[in-house]
């Protein structure tokens, strides 16, 4: 039997099914925003969509909400920038400020530590301060070239004397242990210097001892 039809034309050819095109992503790709559960529905009901195969148990789940912000249109990108921006700005001041307090406290615990060892040797300064008073510590001898180093080594970590005959008394540094009026003075003075003081940076180790001429 001939392959043609009964009106004379070739081979009817197959009634082909048309595929049917499902798209299942929850961001509209022409618009940017988020589709609404109804408008999906609508997009499944009445429009051929595209079928991007397998997709998460929620796409939308891997953007933030700043993201979705954004792509529905209630934010905009300068505004995340500039949020953004000041996370970090915020961030990186309570860095800084973290970093100033550390070390700080580092060196209040350096002083301390340093301070420790030295308040060993201040008695030892004490002897040496009598001895060269009293003319023991002849320039050239073996007894000054050893007291030399032992001041030069503990200035080096930092220790330094203070009070000096003719200060103004200053009672958060200096100890009075004794008042002696004197004719001409104005104010309160260091007229001696019975015990010398010692810092250690911004430290007090040892408070000085003195006299002071108070106005007669």
Same mark, same amino acid.
């Given at each position: 039997?001939?392959?043609?039809?009964?009106?004379?034309?070739?081979?009817?050819?197959?009634?082909?099914?048309?595929?049917?095109?499902?798209?299942?992503?929850?961001?509209?790709?022409?618009?940017?925003?988020? #589709?609404?559960?109804?408008?999906?529905?609508?997009?499944?009901?009445?429009?051929? $969509?595209?079928?991007?195969?397998?997709?998460?148990?929620?796409?939308?789940?891997?953007?933030?909400?700043?993201?979705?912000?954004?792509?529905?249109?209630?934010?905009?990108?300068?505004?995340?920038?500039?949020?953004?921006?000041?996370?970090?700005?915020?961030?990186?001041?309570? +860095?800084?400020? +973290? #970093?100033?307090?550390?070390?700080?406290?580092?060196?209040?615990?350096?002083?301390?530590?340093?301070?420790?060892?030295?308040?060993?040797?201040?008695?030892?300064?004490?002897? $040496?301060?009598?001895?060269?008073? !009293?003319?023991?510590?002849?320039?050239?001898?073996?007894?000054?070239?050893?007291?030399?180093?032992?001041?030069?080594?503990?200035?080096?970590?930092?220790?330094?004397? +203070?009070?000096?005959?003719?200060?103004?008394?200053?009672?958060?540094? !200096?100890?009075?242990?004794?008042?002696?009026?004197?004719?001409?003075?104005?104010?309160?003075?260091?007229?001696?210097?019975?015990?010398?003081?010692?810092?250690?940076?911004?430290?007090?180790? #040892?408070?000085?001892?003195?006299?002071?001429?108070?106005?007669?």
């Amino acid at each position: 039997m001939s392959d043609q039809n009964r009106d004379g034309q070739g081979p009817e050819e197959p009634e082909r099914e048309e595929p049917i095109i499902r798209d299942k992503r929850r961001i509209d790709p022409e618009t940017g925003k988020v #589709r609404e559960p109804q408008d999906a529905e609508h997009d499944l009901e009445h429009e051929e $969509l595209v079928d991007v195969g397998p997709v998460a148990e929620d796409e939308a789940s891997i953007l933030s909400d700043d993201d979705l912000d954004i792509l529905s249109g209630q934010t905009t990108s300068d505004a995340l920038a500039a949020e953004r921006l000041a996370d970090l700005q915020r961030v990186t001041a309570e +860095y800084a400020n +973290y #970093r100033k307090r550390t070390e700080a406290n580092r060196e209040i615990e350096r002083e301390r530590a340093v301070g420790d060892a030295v308040k060993g040797l201040i008695p030892v300064l004490d002897d $040496l301060e009598r001895a060269e008073k !009293h003319g023991d510590l002849t320039e050239g001898s073996g007894f000054a070239t050893i007291a030399a180093k032992l001041r030069t080594a503990v200035e080096r970590l930092g220790l330094t004397p +203070y009070g000096e005959k003719g200060d103004a008394f200053d009672p958060q540094i !200096h100890e009075a242990i004794f008042q002696q009026p004197t004719p001409g003075v104005t104010e309160d003075t260091v007229a001696e210097v019975v015990e010398t003081g010692y810092r250690l940076g911004s430290t007090t180790v #040892r408070v000085a001892k003195v006299v002071v001429a108070v106005p007669a």
